[in-house]
């Protein structure tokens, strides 16, 4: 995540433009954005929003330049496509800084479905496999052992009887489906798992990443018409949006590795979805520059 933000003054106009592509491919209506009021807004009006850069425009533009594959990528399509593009990606920027600074607060008012998500990810991936790949004996005796360590005043083994396996079954079991959403078999929880471990130093995922990964690439597709599973353009551009907004690391964003993410998540039956946010205070956690400007 950037450590700096900047507020800046754009009209509404811009916003309703691409709202529909914000519901559609990122999930993200009026009520998700918790700090800036989206609802019920009259054109024209100035909304202020967060964006990771002073120049805003001009530097998101410069993910579409200095490449053949993207030039061609764009050529078909017109220059207010373009832009529809364009400001649906800063708005989900704006919407990120938002949830990224909300989802800091863990201490005073934790986000479960974040907080999780993001500190315990592949443990309950782990989880997972350990419910579901174990032998089930139905009516019978499945006993497990739990241990706890790491505390000097408390640190001890138990054994549980877990008849009809329940504890792992149910218990533990379906509380790793409710908050794996996206894996249905062991298998799912096999690939999930492999995707996280870091080749030549790559940065593990947080809970944005896939699911802008994929909405990002579902804009592209759809606006630009690209006939493609992945091509090389769209991985492109989706790589240096991720690097536009601080979530990965520039080996992380190589289009290879984009490009098998995307048809990793695109065999998956549930598809990536991004996390709820919750309200405080933004500028109390976050380092906020009041570069007001107008953008046209």
């Known amino acids: 995540m950037n450590d700096k933000a900047w507020e800046v003054e754009v009209d509404s106009e811009q916003y309703l433009k691409v709202r529909n592509h914000l519901i559609e491919f990122f999930g993200i209506g009026d009520k998700e954005f918790k700090y800036t009021s989206f609802k019920n807004i009259p054109a024209p009006k100035k909304l202020s929003i967060y964006t990771h850069s002073n ?5 998101i533009r410069f993910l579409f330049t200095d490449d053949k594959h993207i030039e061609k990528l764009l050529a078909p399509i017109t220059e207010e496509t373009f832009y529809e593009i364009i400001w649906t990606m800063l708005f989900v920027g704006h919407w990120l800084i938002e949830s990224q600074i909300l989802s800091i607060d863990y201490e005073n008012d934790p986000d479960p479905e974040i907080f999780y998500h993001d500190k315990i990810y592949k443990e309950l991936l782990l989880l997972y496999k350990l419910c579901f790949a174990m032998p089930y004996r139905r009516f019978d005796s499945n006993p497990i ?3 706890i360590s790491g505390d000097e005043d408390y640190s001890r083994t138990e054994t549980f009887n877990n008849f009809d396996n329940h504890i792992l079954r149910c218990a533990i079991g379906e509380y790793c489906k409710k908050h794996l959403p996206n894996i249905k078999s062991v298998k799912d929880a096999n690939n999930a798992l492999r995707l996280l471990i870091p080749k030549s130093g790559r940065k593990q995922s947080s ?3 896939f699911p802008i990964i ?6 592209l597709k759809s606006l630009t018409k690209d006939k493609k599973v992945a091509s090389t353009a769209i991985c492109k551009v989706i790589g240096r949006y991720l690097l536009f907004l601080g979530l990965v690391t520039e080996d992380y964003a190589d289009p290879e590795n984009i490009c098998g993410i995307i048809k990793y998540l695109l065999k998956q039956e549930a598809k990536p979805y991004l996390p709820g946010i919750k309200h405080t205070d933004l500028k109390k956690k976050f380092k906020l520059y009041a570069d007001i400007y107008t953008t046209r």
């Open 55 to 59: 120049d805003n425009i001009r530097s």
């Open 145 to 147: 052992k739990i241990s």
């Open 207 to 209: 809970p944005y990443v």
């Open 214 to 219: 994929y909405g990002t690439y579902r804009l």
